[in-house]
């Protein structure tokens, strides 16, 4: 299931704000937008401190006066709308000393190989990004519960700015050492700072020096047309990290799968029956998660 973050650039030292439907202008800017799955890749997180980190609340995700009724919905959806969740944003003169204080000890950790990457991505938030870089994390499950880990990985990365070696085990150590681990499932600037507009993020000298490998390299041979021209699409914001985890996504879905897997093995007293209804109720249930999380998703936001 995706839990997709973006990096965005903005014109102020916050989220936007539903209270003052600050969201309709958001999505109407065109400006740049990075995207990962998961968590913040390393170098969006080479990006803040501990002192970036700030609160919003979920209801405000979504303007006052929004045609589509979105706030209304996830109101009444929601046991705790009002609920506070973590982000980080920082201005683009202290994105960019932050990244050139900490890159000869991440080129320590990841090895010189992977300096070009670091370094694109540096000109790209110095070219592309607006006056303040924005994490935005609503898409992350359970995020209002995430402030200890996120303040903690900031600070395991303001070590690095007092010259502290990296402590075994923090977060900085462990996204270099997954880095390196699977540095050859994918593109490494994909895995080290997300995914952008296309020829914007990666580039194409990035792409051809790191180009995709495993699974995804061949997903997007499939998926292309060698004889028809690639247009890159609008660089349109994405809403769909808008949506948090609905009673559908939490509960319901895993109830749905226990109860046909159990059913089916009660009464064939057959595990291959009940791996086959496993599948089954697993794959429908995630069909129907996507379906109720995406809903909505295509309206024009202005």
Known sequence: MSHPVFLNGCKQPAMPSGERNEWRAFWGDAGIELEANGGPPLL??????????????????????????????FQADTENPAA??????????????RLAQRKE????????????????????????????????TAGLPDIADGEQWMRTSA?????????????????????????????????????????GPPGVWPDAALSAA?????????TALEDTDPGEPQAPPPNARSRSGQRKSSLLEE????????????????SSHSIFLAVL???????LAVWLSMKWRNRGSDKDPT
């Open 44 to 73: 969006w997180w080479c990006i803040y401190g501990e002192a970036d980190l700030k609160f919003a609340s979920m209801i405000d995700d979504f303007d006052i006066d929004d045609p589509e009724g979105e706030r209304a919905e």
């Open 84 to 97: 506070l969740y973590p982000y980080f944003v920082t201005g683009k003169k202290q994105a960019l000393e």
């Open 105 to 136: 000890k991440v080129m320590a950790a990841l090895g010189e190989p992977y300096r070009a990457v670091y370094e694109a991505f540096e000109k790209l938030v110095a070219t592309q990004f607006d006056g303040f870089v924005l994490l935005r």
């Open 155 to 195: 600070q395991s990365m303001d070590r690095l700015d007092n010259n502290h070696p990296p402590e075994a085990g923090d977060h900085f150590a462990g996204m270099a050492a997954d880095f390196l681990k699977w540095k050859n499932s994918g593109s490494a600037a994909r895995m080290l700072g997300g995914s």
């Open 210 to 218: 790191f180009p995709e490998t495993g699974r995804r390299k061949r």
């Open 251 to 266: 509960w319901l879905a895993p109830l749905f799968v226990g109860l046909v897997t159990a059913y089916a093995y009660i």
């Open 277 to 283: 209804a496993f599948a089954g109720a697993t794959a």
